[in-house]
């Protein structure tokens, strides 16, 4: 049999402490109903016994003997229940020796109810014995009896007193029902209690976690607001990591800003002398420099991305920065048509808007660069997509497309699938590097119209 272990219990802690509160007032509340309805019918029982007792010694008091053995008497017990016929309350004085003659009953006795033998029940020192039997309606009777001397003759009588039993058993499970009633709605209406107030005081917690969310989302800056004293130390030192992670970006930036411009220098010196070199080798020089050039660059970009995703969350429009970038490309190719598809619904991308702007350029410059007379930008989020936290961008074009055997080999580093084209071979590859460092994804597929289609899916705040 597996064990059940805490790790396999649900995470949420206001589930844990409910549940464990209510486990322990359930237990609760069963040892105390037990409790009460064992002491009801101990209580009910002695009280059952003791009357039973009570109206013996009064039979026994009202019944006496006449000169010639004859039993006398009229017994009132003051119990109506003896005088209703078959009512389970019943009494009877029998002779138990030579020389006593007659008998004496209730009202309510209307046949006669055996008892057993002394052998099968013996009397105890004080002549008396108690045991149960069944009554003229099948109830169940509690008997108490007792042989009793009469006179100086040692003429001697059997006294016995009826009880009806099932009656007891019957009042104390109503009793239980009730208390279980009873206990019942306590027990209801303390565990809803119980968890109303666990889930009022975890509600700082909840505060905490919209005011962490809010800054992931770039809506705030630091966790803001009056927190108990149990969780203020955690807002605090949140804060203060929040801070040193600023810190961290913000050095990570300038070292990288420090390094782009003490290689600037020394790459532009190599490039101009290559030029002045000529010759194949000057050339060589020349093309191997402005590939260092933009690697560098790239990499130094993808290292700043690395940094800030998990630490600092930014918030751009994407259709001010896609439109500015399509009526700059169309003023760049006149000859290409390029139309534009935005959502009526704002949308944010989770991202500096420097990385969105070299994401969106070189997907555009290649498109544009293979387009035969049409390019078009289109840009989707379903509804399905907001509650996701995403949306995508397509790019289509009408030129020769990739086949789908070499989309794969289009996305290395420098691989360049058709030579005749200018350029680097590196703008496919800085767009799944930047795509892959922000967690999204690109698809390379076939166009509707007849070229490639690039689709970039990319998280969003709301």
């Known amino acids: 049999m597996k064990r059940l272990s805490i790790r396999s219990w649900p995470r949420s802690l206001a589930f844990r402490v409910v549940a464990f509160s209510t486990v322990w007032a359930i237990v609760a509340l069963i040892v105390i109903f037990t409790l009460i309805t064992t002491l009801y019918r101990q209580a009910s029982e002695r009280g059952f016994d003791s009357l039973l007792s009570a109206h013996l010694f009064n039979l026994i008091g009202s019944v006496g003997i006449s000169d010639n053995g004859e039993l006398t008497g009229s017994p009132d017990l003051g119990d109506l229940r003896f005088s209703e016929p078959n009512s389970g309350w019943y009494w009877s004085v029998l002779p138990a020796s030579e020389g006593v003659t007659g008998e004496r009953h209730s009202s309510s006795m209307t046949e006669d109810i055996p008892s057993p033998?002394?052998?099968?029940?013996?009397?105890?020192?004080?002549?008396?014995?108690?045991?149960?039997?069944?009554?003229?309606?099948?109830?169940?009777?509690?008997?108490?009896?007792?042989?009793?001397?009469?006179?100086?003759?040692?003429?001697?009588?059997?006294?016995?007193?009826?009880?009806?039993e099932?009656?007891?058993?019957?009042?104390?499970?109503?009793?239980?029902?009730?208390?279980?009633?009873?206990?019942?709605?306590?027990?209801?209406?303390?565990?809803?209690?119980?968890?109303?107030?666990?889930?009022?005081?975890?509600?700082?917690?909840?505060?905490?976690?919209?005011?962490?969310?809010?800054?992931?989302?770039?809506?705030?800056?630091?966790?803001?607001?009056?927190?108990?004293?149990?969780?203020?130390?955690?807002?605090?030192?949140?804060?203060?990591l929040i801070e040193n992670n600023k810190r961290i970006v913000e050095r990570s930036r300038t070292q990288v800003g420090n390094l782009a411009h003490s290689l600037k220098t020394p790459l532009a010196v190599l490039v101009n002398e290559g030029r002045a070199l000529g010759g194949a080798k000057?050339?060589?020089?020349?093309?191997?420099?402005?590939?260092?050039?933009?690697?560098?660059?790239?990499?130094?970009?993808?290292?700043?991305?690395a940094a800030q995703r998990d630490s600092v969350v930014y918030r751009t429009p994407v259709a001010p920065l896609v439109e500015r970038m399509v009526r700059v490309m169309q003023k760049l190719n006149p000859r290409t048509s390029l139309t534009l598809s935005l959502p009526e619904e704002p949308i944010l991308f989770a991202g500096e808007r420097e990385d969105l702007e070299e994401l969106l350029g070189n997907l555009l410059e290649n498109a544009m660069k293979w387009a035969e007379s049409a390019v078009r930008v289109?840009?989707?989020?379903?509804?399905?997509?907001?509650?996701?936290?995403?949306?995508?961008?397509?790019?289509?074009?009408?030129?020769?497309?990739?086949?789908?055997e070499k989309a794969r080999e289009?996305?290395?580093?420098?691989?360049?699938?058709?030579?005749?084209?200018?350029?680097?071979?590196?703008?496919?590859?800085?767009?799944?590097?930047?795509?892959?460092?922000?967690?999204?994804?690109?698809a390379l597929e076939r166009s509707n119209l007849g070229g490639l289609r690039a689709t970039v899916r990319l998280r969003s705040v709301s």
């Not at 700082?204 to 966790?223: C, H, I």
């Not at 989707?380 to 086949?403: H, L, Q, S, W, Y």
């Not at 289009?410 to 922000?438: F, H, Q, S």
């Open 378 to 404: 289109s840009v989707r989020c379903t509804p399905a997509d907001r509650i996701a936290g995403r949306f995508d961008i397509d790019i289509e074009d009408d030129g020769p497309g990739i086949p789908e």
């Open 117 to 164: 033998s002394a052998a099968e029940v013996p009397f105890n020192a004080s002549f008396q014995r108690t045991y149960t039997t069944d009554g003229l309606n099948g109830e169940e009777l509690q008997v108490f009896e007792s042989e009793f001397v009469l006179d100086a003759k040692n003429h001697v009588a059997r006294f016995r007193v009826m009880g009806n």
């Open 282 to 305: 000057g050339q060589l020089i020349a093309e191997q420099t402005a590939s260092m050039q933009k690697q560098i660059e790239h990499y130094l970009q993808r290292a700043r991305v």
């Open 166 to 240: 099932t009656e007891l058993e019957a009042e104390i499970s109503a009793f239980q029902r009730r208390l279980l009633t009873y206990l019942s709605l306590f027990g209801f209406g303390m565990i809803s209690i119980n968890a109303i107030a666990i889930l009022f005081g975890l509600q700082p917690l909840r505060r905490v976690r919209d005011a962490l969310a809010m800054v992931r989302e770039g809506t705030a800056q630091r966790l803001t607001g009056r927190f108990p004293v149990e969780i203020e130390p955690l807002a605090n030192e949140t804060n203060a």
């Open 410 to 442: 289009a996305v290395k580093r420098g691989r360049r699938l058709d030579e005749t084209k200018p350029g680097t071979g590196l703008g496919l590859a800085i767009v799944a590097d930047l795509v892959n460092e922000y967690g999204g994804t690109l």
